[in-house]
């Protein structure tokens, strides 16, 4: 099919091609059970407590060695998201309790990638150090980070294509193990990103191209090699399995909360969404601890849709934004994806409820918000998740009503790296959009 006959066929299809915000409800979505098995949670989740004597070890800021994030109450946003602010936001009364899910505040990386991607890297270093018998999974960990495994994780390499936060994940531990570590990024990446990671001893390598074509790249160069390991974001069940802990990990979370998830006490959750393999392992984690009880949303810039074409076409990774005419660029790092990943959208078919786009241009008014109700500062692209609360709350995503026994859970996804000039420029934008100075 081409654009013009998609256009013609999904009126939906012809509102993302003019970029508007739009929202899609899935009508494939399961109750219980959800479908297949993907990744195994608790083999992964085993793997990370292995590992933590030696995160331990080497990062001491991190508490008993297990990287996780707290969950935040946000009563005074939730005030604020009700108010009028002049037609910028849409006003959300939302019934129920707020909470922030401040993957932004993950030790280590700062974002959400700190979950899959530091995963994939700890799983690929057990692998390198177990097969030259260096390694059993009953010793402590905490040897990893002597100089003989230092040694010999330098004769291997690890290598990615990254937006940035992926880059920085991946980099970030696989130097601090002692790997060879390139990331192939795309020039639209931030500065600060590149140079925080040469300052580690990563290889930077940048293309004028997007995102795809830096994966592309990355993918060439490693596979001539066969000691180098490609972080394939596209593709990766690791990384996948990395990020649905996070399911089992909220579960333990809300029940040290006292807070129990029913069919009279459900669960809403807004994730931004870039190629899928965040979002998309921390909705299959959720789904199998919470299974019909617990609404997942994707929340994707207007510019760049790419899960809600690949998920409402049926086409998953054989279509781009690119084919109905939208140029795939955002301010939203992270995000700005053209093409889905297979893998996440078929998993997604059965257990997704929905997607919603946001115009760029509300991000920075949610991230002031955030700012001044509850001193937390997270990055545009994780402020993504808001915009859909309005929509839940009007009955709008397909979804029973919220009500005063409803838990939502915006998930965000990334901040606590950004530098200070950056945080300051991006909260003075969404106070100047909120007329507020
Ligand atoms: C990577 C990222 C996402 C989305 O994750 P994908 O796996 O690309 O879908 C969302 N927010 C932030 C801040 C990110 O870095």
């Known amino acids: 099919m081409n654009t013009t006959e998609l256009i013609k066929k999904s009126p939906l299809v012809a509102e993302m091609a003019r970029c508007r915000e739009t929202l899609w409800v899935n009508p494939d979505r399961k109750g219980s059970p959800v479908g297949e098995k993907i990744v195994d949670i608790d083999e992964a989740e085993a793997r990370l407590l292995r590992f933590a004597p030696f995160i331990e070890k080497v990062y001491p800021e991190v508490l008993e060695g297990i990287i996780e994030s707290p969950l935040s109450e946000i009563p005074d946003m939730q005030d604020a998201l009700a108010m009028d602010t002049g037609g910028v936001l849409k006003p959300a009364d939302i019934p129920g309790r707020l909470f922030l899910k401040c993957d932004s505040h993950l030790p280590i990386s700062g974002s959400v990638k700190a979950r899959g991607g530091i995963y994939e890297v700890l799983k690929f270093a057990e692998s390198v150090a177990t097969e030259n018998g260096m390694l059993t999974e009953d010793d402590d960990y905490s040897r990893l980070a002597e100089p003989e495994f230092r040694e010999l994780f330098s004769r291997y390499s690890v290598a990615v294509g990254s937006t940035g936060n992926l880059g920085l994940s991946i980099g970030i531990m696989s130097a601090r193990l002692g790997f060879q570590v390139t990331v192939h990024m795309s020039a639209d990446a931030r500065q600060w990103k590149k140079d925080m990671l040469r300052e580690k001893g990563v290889t930077v390598k940048e293309y004028p191209d997007d995102y795809e074509a830096a994966v592309a790249q990355g993918r060439r160069e490693a596979q001539a090699d066969p000691r180098c390991h490609f972080v394939d974001d596209e593709n990766s069940l690791d990384l996948f399995a990395g990020y649905a802990v996070a399911g089992k990990r909220l579960k333990a979370q809300l029940d040290a909360m ?67 005419g939208i140029d795939g660029i955002t301010e939203a790092d992270g995000l700005a994806v053209g093409r889905a990943s297979k893998l996440v959208a078929e998993a997604m078919e059965s257990r997704l409820d929905g997607c919603f786009t946001v115009d760029d241009g509300r991000l920075y008014p949610y991230l002031a918000i955030l700012q001044d109700t509850e001193d937390l500062f997270i990055e545009p692209s994780a402020c993504a998740g808001f915009a859909g609360l309005p929509l839940v709350a009007e009955g709008r995503m397909g979804v029973p009503a919220p009500d005063e026994n409803s838990i939502h859970i915006v998930w965000a996804t990334g901040g606590n790296m950004v530098p200070e000039e950056e945080k300051t420029e991006y909260y003075m934008k969404g106070c100047r959009m909120l007329g507020a100075i």
């Open 258 to 324: 006292d807070i129990t998830i029913d069919e009279d006490h459900r669960l809403y959750v807004y994730l931004p969404c870039g190629v899928g393999g965040a979002p998309g392992g921390v909705t299959y984690g959720i789904r199998e601890y919470f299974g019909d009880n617990a609404s997942c949303f994707f929340a994707e810039p207007t510019h760049a849709p790419c899960m809600m074409l690949a998920l409402t076409t049926g086409l998953g990774n054989g279509i781009a934004v690119k084919d109905i």
